[in-house]
């Protein structure tokens, strides 16, 4: 309104002469006109550096906050765009005419300052727009309010008496008598479903009550109650004794936190040291100062066990997983940013909990890849929950048995403070494990996947009522396809990759692509029969081992067998009960478990990561059998590991199995050193795919080219490439990549925003970049 009013008093001022000031926009008139004006600063879902200013109404002025949506022009065609108001100001003077905001989306800005600084500290980070970082942290249930309905209350007005007065009745029907005694007897306003119960009637007596003007009707805005109430069932434990090393870690945790200083704690304990008994003790001093605490774990590891263990220590606990519906999760981040909530357990994303008084920080199983996302932004959560961390001015508590080296370094060498659990909880010791090179056994080199010494191994285990965990990192029957004639694997139509054969299905399956078809009577490259299936996945294990075991029941776990939601939490029921016998499976079955029943882990191939051709290799080798291992021994029935490997001096596997991790790290940073990779070298990897083989190869040179010329001399970052992906083709889409190395990130990231305006595009290629890249397939 007030802007139709100033519009009037513009067109009744004298006609403009020639030159008049008006005209002129670097003008005195013009110069106080703008300093009364606000702008609103707008960064949209899109891999644009740069934000874009927008006036602001002024009706619009008393409700725009920074963390809100608008609706605006946007582009030469004003399309009308959504975006994120990232700030507020004068409008610069330099940018000439504005548009101005169509619209505001969000009643209240759905993230505060503080978010809004992390989120564009991602984007630099990670070389993204700020709008994409934004768009992806908020859940799309918040930002469209998923699940809270407007519902309808109904009930008695302050001035009841004197209104029913009013009307001069004497009395009321009696059902409509009954209606206000229910509301009276209930004291607060009540939904009309709860009414009609209270008062044993129908819709009608509420009408005419309404009718009469007496009573008084209020919209509410409800919450889905949480649905899945763990709560239900839990008993509250009291905190364990800790023992000297579990007890100096807090201590040093604890320390930290009165500091009220930002520091990263690195918790390095062995499996089964007790890591997680320390976050809580740790977090329950937070909780205590009236502050939140996130716990971030790898989403395998929200097992039903891991949420009680929290609920049972804690009044109030959410839990963000991956199974959330939109409704639930707006509820949370509702519950959370008013908070009312103390713990915050959850996997990667929970790291933009939007708590109101963030005290710590834990990363539990922080080596997991799963901590980096693999789209856009692909944030690491370990380095957002740092950056958290220090803008908070708290401590980040990193917790593993094998760190990733990343980490290791930054501990050892860096600013970061190492905390150190060497010993398992109770003195328990470590339990031997036994490595027995497949080479010499004729069984397994006939195809055959366990092997004589695992065999005995695991008759031993069962007669002793033991239980057992077989680990294996293929799904899938087979693995393989071969033709014995020209020596090719069967491969995807749409991938560069094998097939395997899946019994189940009775289908061949493309694991990137999930594409299936009947298996190939004939060669499709030669053209021959006989096709040969090689090598053992899970599947030809669970039916060799209930081949070789018939007396035991024996659990299947991997992505095939785990599809239906529950079904990982009641298979692992079933093992602790003890209902199972031998539970086998992927690395599903590698993390977190603790089964005190467990005496033998055996590791059926060793090698199944090794000769992948990826720089952490080693690394993720020597991780998983000393995880695997340590889900033994973890009670007084002690327990063994028995490792089959055909490489059994690889060094990452002989020092996994001697539980030796000061070893490996010394010997694998030494290689890395050697060899200018991470942690001592950043990298980043220019991804580009298109279904235009032409097209995304041509591009990949463009794009190498403008990089090259734009290096200063010397040149600061090492280009490799561009070459097709380690994985050439992707349903259909043609892959092609750049290496980019350098001695930190920033120096990539100059060289990336300075080449951005110049990089060629192609309408058919994507391109996308990946900084500190975990896959580099
Ligand atoms: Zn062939
Ligand atoms: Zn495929």
């Not at 602001?56 to 065609?77: A, K």
């Not at 505060?112 to 991602?122: F, K, P, R, S």
């Not at 740092?386 to 600013?415: C, F, K």
């Amino acid at each position: 309104m007030s802007r139709s009013r100033q519009q009037s008093l513009f067109d009744s001022s004298p006609d403009p002469v020639p030159g008049d000031s008006r005209a002129d926009p670097s003008s005195a008139w013009e110069a106080a006109a703008r300093a009364d004006q606000l702008s609103a600063r707008v960064v949209f879902n899109r891999p644009l550096d740069t934000a874009f200013h927008y006036l602001i109404p002024d009706e619009l002025r008393d409700h725009l906050s920074p963390g809100q949506r608008v609706r605006v022009p946007f582009g030469r065609g004003n399309r009308s765009t959504v975006g994120f108001c990232v700030g507020l100001e004068r409008p610069p003077e330099t940018l000439g005419r504005l548009k101005q905001i169509d619209s505001i989306v969000d009643a209240a800005p759905l993230v505060d300052g503080a978010m809004l600084e992390l989120t564009a500290w991602i984007a630099r980070r990670y070389l993204c727009g700020w709008g994409q970082v934004l768009e992806s942290v908020i859940p799309a249930g918040v930002k469209r309010q998923a699940g809270t309905r407007q519902v309808k209350f109904l009930g008695l007005p302050e001035d009841f008496a004197e209104r029913f007065h009013a009307l001069g009745v004497g009395q009321l029907p009696a059902k409509q008598r009954a209606v206000v005694d229910a509301l009276e007897a209930a004291g607060s306003a009540m939904r009309i479903d709860q009414l009609t119960r209270a008062a044993g009637c129908g819709n009608s007596p509420i009408d005419g009550l309404t009718k009469k003007g007496l009573l008084e009707v209020e919209m509410r805005r409800l919450d889905p109650g949480d649905a899945e109430d763990w709560s239900e069932g839990v008993v509250r434990e009291q905190d364990l004794t800790l023992n000297p090393d579990q007890q100096a870690a807090l201590d040093e945790i604890v320390g930290q936190l009165r500091d009220q200083t930002h520091r990263t704690l690195l918790l390095h304990g062995v499996t089964g040291s007790g890591k997680t008994e320390v976050y809580i003790q740790a977090i329950r001093e937070v909780v205590a100062y009236g502050r939140q605490a996130i716990v971030l774990v790898p989403e395998i590891s929200l097992t039903p066990q891991t949420i009680r263990r929290f609920r049972s220590r804690f009044d109030s606990v959410a839990v963000l997983h991956s199974h959330l519906g939109d409704a639930q999760r707006h509820y949370h981040w509702q519950r959370i940013a008013r908070g009312e909530v103390d713990v915050i357990v959850g996997a990667r994303s929970a790291v933009f909990a939007p708590t109101v008084n963030l005290g710590l920080i834990v990363i539990d199983e922080e080596h997991e890849t799963t901590f980096k996302q693999e789209s856009t932004p692909r944030y690491h959560a370990r380095d957002v929950a740092r950056r958290r961390a220090e803008l908070a001015g708290v401590p980040l508590v990193l917790g593993s048995a094998t760190p990733m080296l990343e980490s290791w370094l930054a501990a050892d060498t860096g600013g970061d403070r190492l905390l150190s659990l060497p010993r398992r909880i109770d003195d328990r010791p470590m339990p031997p494990v036994s490595l027995v090179d497949t080479r010499n056994d004729r069984r397994i080199r006939s195809g055959v996947a366990i092997g004589r010494g695992l065999e005995t191994f695991i008759k031993q285990a069962l007669d002793d009522r033991g239980q057992v965990i077989l680990f294996l990192n293929l799904r899938g029957h087979s693995p393989a396809v071969w033709c014995r004639a020209c020596g090719q694997g069967v491969r995807c139509d749409g991938c560069d990759v094998t097939l395997t054969w899946h019994r189940d299905r009775r289908a061949v399956v493309c694991h990137l692509c999930d594409f299936q078809s009947e298996p190939p009577s004939e060669c499709p490259g030669c053209g021959k029969r006989g096709l040969k299936l090689l090598g053992v996945g899970t599947q030809k294990l669970e039916e060799e081992v209930r081949a070789r075991f018939p007396g035991a029941i024996v659990l299947r776990m991997d992505s095939d067998s785990m599809r239906r939601p529950g079904s990982h939490d009641r298979a692992l029921e079933q093992f602790r009960s003890g209902e199972a016998q031998i539970l086998l499976g992927t690395q599903m079955i590698a993390k977190g478990l603790d089964f005190p029943n467990v005496t033998l882990v055996g590791v059926v191939d060793a090698d199944t990561m090794l000769h992948q051709p990826d720089i952490r290799a080693s690394e993720r080798t020597f991780q998983l059998i000393a995880q695997v291992a340590g889900r033994t021994g973890r009670s007084d029935r002690g327990g063994r590991v028995l490792v089959q490997s055909a490489c059994p001096d690889d060094p990452a596997i002989r020092l996994a199995c001697n539980h030796d991790y000061a070893g490996f790290v010394v010997h694998e940073l030494a290689h890395r050193r050697a060899t200018l990779t991470p942690p001592f070298t950043s990298l980043a990897r220019v991804i580009l795919r298109s279904p235009d083989e032409a097209a995304v190869a041509e591009l990949a040179r463009g794009v190498a080219e403008v990089l090259r010329r734009l290096q200063p001399d010397p040149p600061p970052v090492r280009i490799l490439g561009p070459a097709p992906a380690p994985i050439s083709r992707v349903k259909n889409y043609y892959r092609f990549h750049l290496q980019l190395a350098a001695e930190t990130s920033e120096v990539i990231r100059e060289l990336w925003l300075s080449a951005a305006s110049e990089l060629p595009k192609h309408s058919s290629v994507e391109l996308v970049i990946d900084v500190d890249p975990l896959n580099l397939r």
